[in-house]
């Protein structure tokens, strides 16, 4: 039997942002839809859904902003874009959550964890320049990193179960903020590992989320550094942050109001599903979004 084609969404971005041009004689809103129309109608589509979910993720149900934004992107861009599109969105979340939390931190664990973070952000701009020019290995490491995050969350009790209750030490602290620092430079997915170090200490919740957000706001501003230094950070890019931007608060309201009305199982579910489907995507290089278009 021949295999079904798959018919790819048709790319209307350039038509829409064109029109703009034409319908507007001023030259920097012509500059502008240029660059905008360089984006594919896929790209925006999954661009839209990345970030609203990286707000309510944040905001409504206590996960790590950027573990579905970044390999949903990678779908549609490189990866290095896809993270450089997505730090400036992520440390304006950080800012609101960060004054939520201003006064609840663990000082001790947070000075503990950072210098291994600075160790693991070296490590991942290593990586990054070492590989920039593989693009295909960069989306399977993405992919295999959306696929053990779903893991992670299936053992998570069981991992805490093996640790059991621990009190903080410098070199445990060291080794899982080098990975958090390792694993978030590379597709702003460090959230697992530093809850695998947090988690068995038992810390009070106002006091393990506050840390675990004043952690990553520290690590998002260092991560500007490499980021730029590679020339990840480019001026063509800011146009499509700041357009997507406005999506991040819209996330942060829809969380805080999804958190009262549904159950947080459904959502993980539809999280998880999503991120298994996206892993498998990366990890194999396939087009399997066609196939829902």
């Known amino acids: 039997m021949r295999a079904a084609k798959v018919t790819a969404l048709p790319n209307l971005a350039p038509v829409i942002f064109s029109s703009l ?6 030259p ?13 109608t896929t790209f925006w589509l999954v661009a839209v859904l990345a970030v609203l979910l990286s707000g309510v993720t944040k905001a409504g149900f206590g996960g790590g902003a950027g573990v579905i934004a970044t390999p949903l992107l990678a779908l549609t861009i490189p990866v290095g874009q896809a993270a450089a599109l997505m730090l400036p969105i992520l440390i304006v979340i950080d800012i609101l959550s960060v004054y939520q939390y201003r006064r609840a931190v663990d000082r001790v664990n947070l000075r503990m964890l950072l210098p291994g973070a600075i160790a693991g952000i070296v490590l991942g701009a290593l990586f990054f320049s070492s590989f920039s020019d593989q693009e295909r290995l960069l989306k399977f490491g993405v992919g295999i990193l959306a696929l053990a995050f779903v893991l992670y969350r299936l053992l998570l009790n069981a991992i805490v179960r093996v640790l059991g209750a621990a009190r903080p030490s410098p070199l445990w602290a060291s080794v899982w903020g080098a990975i958090s620092g390792f694993t978030s430079t590379l597709a702003h997915v460090g959230g697992p590992t530093l809850t695998i170090y947090l988690l068995p200490q038992q ?28 020339g990840l950070l480019r001026v063509e890019n800011l146009p499509v942050t700041l357009l997507l931007l406005p999506l991040a608060f819209i996330g942060v309201r829809l969380g805080v109001t999804l958190n009262r009305a549904f159950n947080e199982r459904w959502f993980h579910l539809f999280i998880y599903t999503l991120l298994i489907l996206t892993g498998v995507q990366l990890v194999l290089g396939r087009n399997l979004i066609a196939y829902f278009f």
């Open 21 to 26: 041009i034409t319908a507007h004689s001023s």
């Open 28 to 40: 920097s809103i012509g500059m502008l839809a240029a660059l905008l129309a360089d984006y594919s």
């Open 203 to 230: 810390l009070p919740r106002h006091l393990f989320v506050g840390t675990s957000v004043w952690f990553f706001f520290v690590v998002n501003l260092l991560k500007l550094i490499p980021y730029a230094l590679l």
